[in-house]
T-cell receptor, first 113, second 115 residues
Framework: DQQVKQNSPSLSVQEGRISILNCDYT??????FLWYKKYPAEGPTFLIS?????DKNEDGRFTVFLNKSAKHLSLHIVPSQPGDSAVYFC????????????FGAGTRLTVKP | EAGVAQSPRYKIIEKRQSVAFWCNPI?????LYWYQQILGQGPKLLIQ????????DSQLPKDRFSAERLKGVDSTLKIQPAKLEDSAVYLC?????????????FGEGSRLTVL
């Protein structure tokens, strides 16, 4: 069951421009959302998170937006840098389900110099 | 602070053979997870431990997969017998979160190829 979906397998942007990665979820019980970044041959690393009581969380160049009514979240990277090139996973968890974390399939971001 | 340690990094076996993966979480992290990541897909939870007790193993194929965390610290994941479709990266993660949400810290993963 794909409760977390990332419909764009890849995204390519120019250095300095905005990258927008999207994620949709189906389970309304999810109350915590995270983005992870993964480089080849490494494990995913945590990037940014947002609780369901908020609609925006910002950390430097990274901002996550949550639209609960649409069951949609997005990650904005501004400005994009070549070092941001990686696979980005959206994840969601629910305190009602032991906080087990469900992941999307990932979006491969390529930032061109 | 040392990260999540996993071994081996790579393993190639033939179908019907067995394999075991080891994970040592970050010191003090009570919760430990095993995820399976098949190429082109996101990580899929296999089993979650809280200390040495199983919290969720609903997605673990129990006819061939087993996992234990005997002393509430390190953990092993075993596959016996392996099938071709078990080829994947097996990720171990740990978390400080006990009753609340939080980020997971992942190891580098163990890549399994079943021939």
């Amino acid at each position: 069951d794909q409760q977390v979906k990332q419909n764009s397998p890849s995204l390519s942007v120019q250095e300095g421009r905005i990258s927008i990665l999207n994620c949709d979820y189906t389970n309304s019980m999810f109350d915590y959302f995270l983005w992870y970044k993964k480089y080849p041959a490494e494990g995913p690393t945590f990037l940014i998170s947002i609780s369901s009581i908020k609609d925006k969380n910002e950390d430097g160049r990274f901002t996550v937006f949550l639209n609960k009514s649409a069951k949609h979240l997005s990650l904005h990277i501004v400005p994009s840098q070549p070092g941001d090139s990686a696979v980005y996973f959206c994840a969601a968890s629910s305190i009602y389900n032991n906080n087990d974390m469900r992941f999307g399939a990932g979006t491969r971001l390529t930032v061109k110099p | 602070e040392a990260g999540v340690a996993q071994s081996p990094r790579y393993k190639i076996i033939e179908k019907r053979q067995s394999v075991a993966f080891w994970c040592n979480p970050i010191s003090g992290h009570a919760t430990l997870y095993w995820y399976q990541q098949i190429l082109g897909q996101g990580p899929k939870l296999l089993i979650q431990f809280q200390n040495n007790g199983v919290v969720d193993d609903s997605q673990l194929p129990k006819d061939r997969f087993s996992a234990e965390r005997l002393k509430g610290v390190d953990s092993t994941l075993k596959i016996q017998p392996a099938k071709l479709e078990d080829s994947a990266v097996y990720l171990c993660a740990s978390s400080q979160a006990g009753s609340g949400p939080g980020e997971l810290f992942f190891g580098e993963g163990s890549r399994l190829t079943v021939l």
